[in-house]
């Protein structure tokens, strides 16, 4: 067994992080747009003094710019399509239709940019694959709601899913409500606009903006399949093979349960539809108590009707647990923690890398649910450096690509069913972590800096060519 013939190659990409144009046409603002650059980014959402204001005397923010995409996707598209790109991966930044959130009719002139992107990607028999919700809540629904712990936010994004799925639904088969809903574990801010002003200390705030969250997402699942029966709408979260330190009992418990919390907690709710067993234990872990939080019969019957036809997930690194303390600190590894792998090599950023772990996750996730899987993730952020002559020699990303892939195939012929492959950031664009440029993931190099410097000039990096022999190839030629 091999790669399907109809096998989604392509990339990925999220609205706040190439398009620019953050205040244009009627956009509003988004929890991204007061968020600076810079490696200290993630630390300052998560500080006691953070007030989701912009700072520009102190601060820069990239994500105001990103690769000014708005005005260059038609450029964009045609290098995806140059690849040969079955599809391509990209959220709706939801301020530029609903500017507030709040609002009872759509801003017209949002849409049509995603019209023409959608209308672009047809033009080369791109599949659209579309986050409707990408780390880019509108900000008004941070200071006037408190984010995703108020119920009133079901209503909102109900609104949103179901005027983006009434419009697209001809067009475009495949959806996934909430990127990396599990990420809220470690950066609320980003994923449920919570921050320590609003309660994301509290942990029994993130397990009911969690809760709303899914409700919103069965709703507009279940919307969508009564709107029309061949849409494939999907969750979408991050997995983190996870291993154990060493044999001790102690760290096997310690990463199963850790394995629970993270990569089975969200999925379990969105594709069993109904909250997993240990549920009780883990609020009792955070001293979150069940009465606590409101759940409704109807919630929980609504869970079950709005199940998601496939499981979208990104996969970057594995991590070990040590419940024991042994081992050394994986302070790279901001978001996900845990200790040091001795046995794998770490990206600039101290990602672990690890295409055996895909496979492992693959296999794990197909055992659990069965449903079909979608690797909208995966990618290698480096340093690139261009030649005199304008070349970009990339092939760290190749090896690291090349791994993964065969990783996918050997999962594909242990009996898993993957329907495709979306690297990220197929362009380079700002990261998510850390706001910078110079974390690259592109098979495509645009000429900016960390402070937003350079031409924008998009060129070919050598993973291009290699790429498009991959997907011409339908994974034959790594
Ligand atoms: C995922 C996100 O966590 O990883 C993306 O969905 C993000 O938005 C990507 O960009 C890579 O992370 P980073 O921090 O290197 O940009």
Redesign the pocket.
């Known amino acids: 067994m091999t790669f399907k013939t109809d096998f989604l190659w392509g990339g990925a990409t999220?609205a706040n992080?190439l398009e620019g144009a953050y205040d244009v046409d009627g956009k509003g603002l988004s929890v991204t747009d007061v968020m600076p650059g810079g490696k200290e980014r993630l630390g300052i959402l998560d500080s006691e003094s953070f007030d989701w204001t912009i700072d520009k005397e102190h601060h820069t923010y990239p994500n105001h710019q990103g690769i000014d995409h708005y005005h260059h996707f038609k450029e964009d598209i045609a290098l995806f399509a140059e690849m040969g790109f079955k599809a391509y991966r990209f959220s709706v930044a939801w301020t530029r239709i609903f500017p507030n959130g709040d609002e009872m009719t759509p801003n017209e002139a949002g849409l049509k940019f995603y019209d023409q992107v959608i209308e672009e990607c047809l033009k080369y028999q791109i599949e659209p694959v579309i986050t409707i919700s990408?780390?880019e809540m509108p900000l008004h629904l941070v200071t006037a709601y408190g984010g995703w712990k108020n119920r009133a936010l079901i209503e909102f994004y109900g609104r949103f899913a179901q005027v983006l799925l009434k419009r697209y639904q001809d067009k475009v088969k495949y959806w996934m409500t909430f990127?990396?809903i599990n990420?809220a574990t470690f950066i609320p801010g980003l994923s449920q606009g919570l921050a320590p002003l609003n309660g994301s200390k509290e942990r029994k705030n993130i397990f009911q903006a969690w809760h709303n969250q899914f409700v919103a997402s069965a709703q507009a699942v279940k919307f969508g399949h009564a709107l029309n029966k061949d849409l494939k709408i999907g969750c979408m979260s991050?997995y983190s093979t996870t291993y154990s330190f060493d044999a001790n009992p102690v760290n096997q418990i310690a990463t199963q349960q850790s394995i629970q919390e993270f990569n089975y907690f969200c999925n379990d709710v969105q594709v069993r539809g109904a909250y997993p067993a240990f549920t009780h234990r883990l609020y009792e872990k955070y001293g979150v108590k069940a009465e606590d939080l409101d759940i409704t019969a109807e919630d929980l019957a609504l869970l079950k009707e709005g199940t998601v036809d496939y499981i979208g997930f990104?996969y970057?690194m594995s991590s070990v647990e040590s419940q024991t303390g042994e081992g050394v600190e994986a302070s790279g590894n901001m978001?996900l923690g845990g200790v040091k792998n001795p046995f794998l090599q770490e990206s600039e950023?101290g990602w672990a890398v690890d295409p055996d772990g895909l496979r492992y996750a693959l296999n794990d996730l197909y055992g659990r649910y069965q449903v079909p899987l979608f690797i909208v993730?995966n990618?290698l952020?480096a340093i690139d450096q261009v030649n005199e002559d304008g070349t970009i020699e990339d092939d760290y990303r190749i090896d690291y690509l090349r791994k993964h892939i065969k990783a996918m195939e050997e999962a594909i012929a242990d009996g898993v069913d993957v329907m495709g492959y979306t690297p990220?950031?197929c362009i380079d664009?700002?990261?998510?972590?850390?706001g910078e440029m110079s974390?690259r993931?592109g098979f495509i190099y645009v000429d900016l800096d960390d402070e937003g410097v350079g031409t924008g000039k998009r060129s070919k990096k050598k993973s291009f060519d290699w790429y498009k022999e991959v997907i011409a190839s339908n994974g034959k030629n790594l």
């Open positions: 999220a992080q990408h780390y990127n990396e990420s991050i990104s970057y978001v950023w993730e990618g952020g990220w950031g664009l700002v990261s998510a972590s850390t974390k993931y």
